[in-house]
């Protein structure tokens, strides 16, 4: 239960848990005088974790990459606010939710919304959070900072020591101001240097699904792609399924399997919203998840032989500027959508794939794209990312 209340203003509600002192990192480190905030997902002894719910929530034991970054010279700040037990998009929780850091009255995205918003409001140099269907990325763009979801699995992005939602899907990474900062980051813990990389030659696929996104994301997503032909990319256009399908069964299952003793009482303590898709996911049966699987593999396939013709994909990371906080559904040229199945279907392909995706920010406020690259190929998207840290608005 968040205890320990922030020494200072929180007003967005950013903080799950501030210790009077920092966690000091090792001061011969390499990320020596660097800050990071902790999403509550993390364990760190002697820190409460919530999962930003009033639900009892399994332990965990300490997180791997939090001692790491500890070793490499970082120190710890805090613990973030997320969208109750990370299922969800805007923030919502138990305790109110984090509300946008520039934009009172407006979503921050999810679930990573309290490390979204520490960098942007620049509490810290970087922030951990996690991705399970976009929630690094989804916040990320909607705050107007970077966030990274490495490939799934990779050794230097321990989910080890971290409250799950969905064992298949999940990813931790990170999320800062800059792309320098991320890099940085990941430079420390791989020991492998992130050159910039020229887009001279490198074929980009442009994926813009029609109807899927506001006239001014589209706009901001055409002139991002501009400027990376104007780098010499080349920019065919490619088209992805919904992955829905997919991945909601196999995300809901493992959900109510993680929370299966919270379950078990008569009055979990979850949000309504947040027990109802755990229900569902404890009602699916052995049958139905193994189809979800199955199409899984069918849509790694597909994107596996896209990624053979192109070197990078491009797409948006958001379907519209940050909505109003409450709001269930958005209007988009394609129709009036639940804003669930608006924000997701961008960006599920790469955490249920588990491909390498950045989310950067554009030159319009609060609206993002992402860079998308073969299983594997981390150090490939972060340097194309690195030479682009100047292209997004500078936050207030």
Not at 56 to 66: D, K, Q
Not at 122 to 137: E, P, Y
């Amino acid at each position: 239960m968040p205890s320990d209340p922030s020494p200072t203003p929180d007003p967005q509600r950013v903080w799950a848990y501030r210790p009077a002192s920092p966690l000091l990192g090792n001061p011969d480190g390499p990320l020596a005088g660097l800050t990071f905030s902790v999403k509550d997902l993390f364990g760190v002894p002697g820190w409460p974790l919530a999962a930003s719910t009033r639900a009892p929530v399994p332990e965990v034991a300490e997180s791997v990459l939090v001692r790491r970054l500890l070793d490499l010279g970082a120190s710890a700040v805090g613990k973030t606010h997320l969208h109750e037990v990370a299922l969800g998009i805007t923030g919502m929780n138990g305790f109110g939710g984090t509300e946008h850091p520039f934009m009172p009255g407006h979503a921050p995205g999810g679930s990573s919304s309290g490390a979204a918003a520490s960098v942007a409001l620049g509490q810290v140099n970087f922030a951990l959070g996690t991705d399970t269907g976009g929630s690094i990325r989804v916040p990320a763009a909607w705050c107007g900072v970077v966030g990274y979801k490495p490939t799934k699995g990779h050794p230097a992005w321990s989910t080890d020591g971290v409250l799950p939602l969905s064992p298949t899907c999940d990813h931790a990474g990170p999320l800062a101001r800059d792309v320098g900062a991320v890099v940085r980051v990941h430079e420390a813990l791989t020991g492998t240097a992130v050159p910039a990389r020229d887009w001279a030659g490198v074929r980009v696929g442009l994926w813009l699904p029609q109807g899927w996104v506001t006239n001014e994301v589209q706009a901001a997503v055409e002139a991002f792609a501009s400027e990376l032909e104007a780098r010499g990319a080349i920019l065919p256009s490619v088209n992805l399924p919904e992955m829905l399908d997919a991945y909601t069964p196999i995300v809901l299952s493992e959900a109510a399997q993680v929370h299966r003793e919270a379950l078990r009482l008569p009055e979990p303590g979850f949000l309504p919203f947040t027990l109802a898709s755990l229900r569902q996911g404890e009602a699916l049966s052995a049958e139905e998840v193994t189809a979800a699987h199955a199409r899984r593999e069918v849509y790694r396939a597909e994107v596996d032989a896209l990624l053979e013709t192109c070197d990078v994909l491009l797409a948006p990371a958001v379907p519209t500027p940050p909505p109003l906080l409450g709001t269930d559904e958005v209007d988009l040229p394609g129709g009036r959508v639940p804003l669930r199945r608006a924000m997701l279907r961008l960006t599920v392909p790469f955490s249920l794939l588990g491909l390498p995706s950045v989310a950067l920010p554009t030159g319009m406020p609060f609206v993002g794209v992402q860079l998308v690259g073969p299983r594997g190929e981390d150090g490939w998207v972060l340097g194309l990312a690195q030479s682009l840290d100047a292209l997004g608005e500078p936050l207030p």
